[in-house]
């Protein structure tokens, strides 16, 4: 099998893993409340999903026990998972597309008529929320006295001197001044403030704050989250060779080679919908060595003995996604990436004692004539994590250090790592 097939298997089964960890996490259900359409609050566990777009269905118990029951927009007027309130709406929906290989040169919006749920990001004397559709799109609204008002915001391209330039439609801008006219401070801040959530969120914060009004609600701002830490553990290190000739290389019954391994690692935690995400960077130093015995036998006065001795310490560089899914006071994660590794005190040593009748020869020479020290490799693990304290279990493939066109060469590496996060 050559390394793109390699590659598109280990890309199928990395979509499986994710798609399986997907979707046990849809059944995690935490404290929450429904209103029903009679405006009764009813206390028991919503399911709780890594949200990217908005629900069109809610699940919801009443007790850990019972079945759960699913609601649309229709059949109740809000629900809450503690941190995350939900207010459905019959609204205004702008659907043109927002990838910039597909827009037009119309400004008019694409509108669309929906009963959905909105997810809240201030809610107060005056409200903002959100709502994102399948195809990715975006549109805020605003709580007017008779119902919910779409703020306006497109994407279109427009001729000037002969060009298509990309244009925006910010009438969001104006509404909101309007919506906000009574104080001046956030008026002065209007023309800064850009179509997300981070932005409109700190403009309704600042009117709150300016008006001295009570805010009912307002979404907490997660934000990109660092941890850093130490990791050592052992690795279990095999080495193989395929292609043309290098018969005692290719046919060489190589050993495992069992090493300690130390690094560092730093995690980049993503913010809001993707929060169960994170890019997990490594520093790690590993090591190997394995020999490699072949016997070129035609009988007993003609033969030669091979004994091949190969290894290096490498300073790798390791970059992966991880999906951590909480279970408890504790998490599991998988996460998959790629390595580049730099050896260096490399091992490329052969011996070979050669017996041809009467004349017996030693000579010692490179295993290997052309060796690479750069490895790129790929990566795929799991593990657990329990305070501050991790375990993971990985796979690891490279291409080993071979360069030669007619000599192909492969490292395949076990981990079993522990972390711990200062």
Request: net charge negative; charged share 25%.
């Amino acid at each position: 099998m050559n390394r793109i097939k390699q590659l598109k298997v280990f890309s199928l089964i990395l979509a499986g893993v994710f798609a399986t960890q997907l979707a046990y996490s849809q059944g995690d259900y935490v404290p929450g409340y429904i209103i029903n359409n009679d405006l009764d609050t009813i206390f028991g566990f919503v399911e709780s999903k890594n949200r990217v777009i908005n629900p069109v269905r809610v699940n919801f118990k009443t007790s850990m026990e019972s079945e759960p029951i699913s609601y649309s927009p229709t059949e109740i007027v809000e629900f809450s998972t503690g941190d995350e309130i939900y207010v459905s709406g019959i609204v205004d929906v702008e659907v043109s597309s927002v990838q910039l290989g597909e827009l037009t040169d119309n400004p008019q919006l694409d509108l669309r008529i929906d009963t959905v749920f909105l997810l809240t990001i201030s809610q107060g004397v005056k409200s903002l929320y959100y709502y994102m559709n399948s195809q990715g799109r975006v549109n805020y609204y605003i709580m007017q006295e008779d119902g919910l008002e779409l703020l306006v915001y497109k994407r279109y391209l427009r001729m000037i001197n002969g060009k298509r330039v990309l244009t925006e439609n910010k009438k969001y801008l104006g509404q909101l001044g309007l919506y906000l006219n009574d104080c001046e401070k956030v008026k002065s801040k209007l023309e800064n403030i850009t179509y997300d959530e981070n932005s409109l969120s700190k403009l309704f914060k600042s009117y709150n704050e300016c008006t001295s009004s009570e805010n009912v609600f307002q979404k907490k701002e997660e934000k990109v989250q660092i941890e850093y830490g130490a990791l050592g553990g052992v690795t279990l290190t095999s080495l193989n060779f395929e292609g043309d000739g290098f018969a005692e290389l290719i046919k060489a019954d190589f050993d495992k080679s069992y090493n300690p391994t130390v690094g560092l690692y730093l995690e980049i935690k993503l913010p809001n919908y993707m929060k169960k995400f994170s890019f997990y960077n490594e520093l790690l130093l590993t090591t190997y060595k394995v020999k490699g015995t072949y016997l070129e036998y035609t009988h007993e006065d003609f033969y030669s003995s091979f004994i091949s001795e190969i290894g290096s310490t490498t300073l790798k560089i390791n970059n992966l996604i991880r999906y951590t899914y909480p279970i408890g006071n504790s998490s599991v994660f998988i996460n998959a990436g790629i390595s580049s590794g730099l050896a260096a005190n490399e091992t490329n040593h052969q011996e070979i004692d050669s017996k041809f009748y009467g004349t017996i020869k030693h000579t010692e020479d490179k295993a290997v004539n052309e060796i690479r020290m750069f490895e790129p490799c790929y990566i795929i693990g799991t593990g657990v994590k329990y305070d501050k304290f991790s375990l993971e279990i990985r796979y690891e493939k490279g291409n080993g250090m071979s360069k030669a066109m007619s000599l192909e060469s492969s490292t395949k590496r076990f981990y079993l790592l522990l972390g711990y996060n200062f």
